[in-house]
């Protein structure tokens, strides 16, 4: 299971980007990298054009940010973030989302970011490179 534990962001009075509050709510509790079992799939889907995204539910608040073993989050090929995630309020990180699956954990590989909106996340996400895959959540 995923720790988020080195996730930490200091809250300041910074002025931050649009993506903190323009974005579309993700409440899903099936995505939690704890959730095991299903066949979900984010395409076709909410990701098909790429955009900016938080995460809400009790299933997780960020996309996880270790490898989510496969045939959880309710798919088969789990999603998670292979960068760090940024630590100042304000701050973007580009990097690679990766779906894990029987050939490796970075079978499918797609672009995104992840911007520090001053206590929480969120994530430009497009839609994945194919079916069964979803991105994952931890808390």
Do not use: H, K
Request: charged content about 5%.
């Amino acid at each position: 299971m995923c720790s988020t534990t080195a996730i930490t962001s200091t809250v300041t009075l910074t002025a931050l980007p649009a993506q903190c509050t323009s974005y579309s709510l993700v409440n899903d509790s099936t995505r939690s990298a704890g959730y095991s079992g299903g066949l979900g799939c984010d395409l076709p889907g909410i990701f098909d054009t790429p955009s900016w995204f938080r995460f809400i539910s009790l299933g997780g608040l960020i996309i996880a940010n270790c490898v989510t073993p496969y045939n959880a989050c309710g798919t088969q090929s789990t999603g998670w973030f292979s960068g760090v995630y940024p630590s100042t309020a304000g701050d973007t990180i580009n990097g690679t989302f990766c779906f894990n699956w029987v050939w490796g954990t970075c079978s499918y590989p797609a672009n995104g970011s992840v911007t520090n909106c001053n206590g929480y996340y969120v994530f430009y996400l497009g839609p994945p490179p194919q079916c069964n895959l979803r991105y994952c959540t931890v808390s």
